[in-house]
């Protein structure tokens, strides 16, 4: 089993940065994928971003060039540098892993999910 548990979410003005953080315990982290993915209100949860364990990331379109996913496998430790916030940014932001390196831009490739960390993006 392995335990994913989000930090940093909060509340921040349109152009802003949040760094979130979601500390792995329970399984190698060095060997899993990691994703990052977020539920806005009404919405369907979407993709944002996902790291394989040899380094290799990918996004979402509306957020490349704007956020960077990147892991600190001493720490069992993975991020998510959030930039340029805007309003339709809002949502529970959920960190996930996964065993595997393939169908990582999908929720139903991921075994492991932490509890999600609200980011609120004011205007």
């Known amino acids: 089993q392995v335990q994913l548990v989000e930090s940093g979410g909060g509340l921040v003005q349109a152009g802003g940065s949040l760094r979130l953080s979601c500390a792995a315990s329970?399984?190698?982290?060095?060997?899993?994928?990691m994703g990052w993915f977020r539920r806005a209100p009404g919405k369907e949860r979407e993709f944002v971003a996902a790291?394989?364990?040899?380094?290799?990331?990918f996004y979402e379109d509306s957020v490349k060039g704007r956020f960077t996913i990147s892991r600190d496998n001493a720490k069992n430790t993975v991020y998510l540098q959030m930039n340029s916030l805007k309003p339709e940014d809002t949502a529970v932001y959920y960190c996930?892993?996964?065993?595997?390196?393939?169908?990582?831009?999908?929720?139903?490739?991921?075994?492991?999910w932490g509890q999600g960390t609200q980011v609120t993006v004011s205007s």
């Open positions: 329970g399984r190698a982290f060095s060997s899993m994928s």
């Open positions: 790291m394989r364990s040899g380094g290799t990331s």
């Open positions: 996930a892993g996964s065993p595997y390196s393939y169908n990582l831009r999908n929720s139903n490739g991921y075994p492991y």
